[in-house]
């Protein structure tokens, strides 16, 4: 009987490993913990949403990480990705399209209007590149799989159900990136909670809603150190390092600005 009993143990130890119901155990007493000031009712919310039989180890996120361009790629190589004739020609585009808000903007956080265009052409392709993965997947495969995002990751999904909580979203129906950003900026969810605005004052930050993601861009460079009114856009120049706070790669900032040159080329020849 003793054996049987320790078989069965055996048994149900290793299946919850195998199906994951250990780590799922552990990343939501993790996030709990990150929520010691929040309320019964959104302490339920987390409690149901990481108990939800959608929260699912996505592989492909782990993956992406080991094959990350900035990684693995020459900066030429890299560079094609994002500074090539649509998104030159897209981001020329989406700025005449978008002309009066982004002087508006550019003049209230004194910015240059078409660095906000390369984030966006870069980040979403001007919003055509928005989901692949369910936001909160990225975020749990990096807790419970990955040792050394786990502790940012445990902290992003705190976030993440915090403003799902507090907008009354599933947070199932949030796509965005690998990584766990969401939105036409593809803000994580930590920066959206922290530094995206209401920039069109209609009570509601709004991920997908060109006034707002805009603002918010052009908020979060200037809250990380985007120096006001300059158009120094060298190698480690404070628009570099601003940019670079975006994503912590010296090949991303670099292709920002390479892009940035290139649809400022493209809309004065086109005039």
Not at 150 to 164: N, P, Q
Request: proline share 3%; with cysteine.
């Amino acid at each position: 009987m003793k054996i049987t009993y320790i078989v069965k143990l055996i048994i149900i130890f290793y299946t919850a490993h195998l199906f994951g119901f250990d780590d799922q155990q552990k990343v939501l007493d993790k996030v709990k913990a990150q929520t010691q000031k929040a309320g019964k009712a959104e302490i339920t919310f987390i409690e149901k949403s990481l108990k939800d039989n959608r929260l699912l180890i996505n592989n492909e996120v782990i993956k992406r990480f080991k094959e990350k361009p900035e990684k693995i790629k020459t900066y030429e190589q890299y560079k094609k990705i994002f500074v090539n004739k649509e998104r030159i020609e897209g981001g020329a585009e989406f700025f005449e399209k978008n002309k009066k808000l982004l002087s508006e903007i550019s003049k209230e956080f004194s910015i240059d209007p078409i660095v906000l265009v390369a984030i966006v052409g870069v980040e979403t392709n001007y919003g055509s590149k928005t989901s692949g993965f369910t936001v909160i997947n990225s975020l749990y495969t990096q807790a419970a799989k990955m040792p050394k995002r786990s502790r940012w990751a445990v902290k992003e999904i705190a976030e993440l159900l915090s403003f799902c909580y507090q907008n009354n979203i599933d947070p199932y129906s949030i796509e965005g990136s690998y990584a766990g950003a969401f939105g036409y900026g593809q803000f994580i969810p930590s920066s959206f909670n922290r530094l995206s605005i209401d920039y069109n004052k209609d009570g509601e930050k709004d991920p997908y809603d060109w006034e707002d993601v805009l603002g918010s861009v052009a908020y979060y460079l200037v809250e990380n150190g985007y120096p006001k009114n300059s158009f120094n856009f060298s190698y480690k120049s404070g628009i570099w390092h601003a940019i670079r706070t975006y994503n912590r790669s010296d090949k991303y900032a670099n292709a920002i600005i390479d892009l940035r040159n290139e649809i400022s080329r493209e809309i004065f020849l086109s005039h």
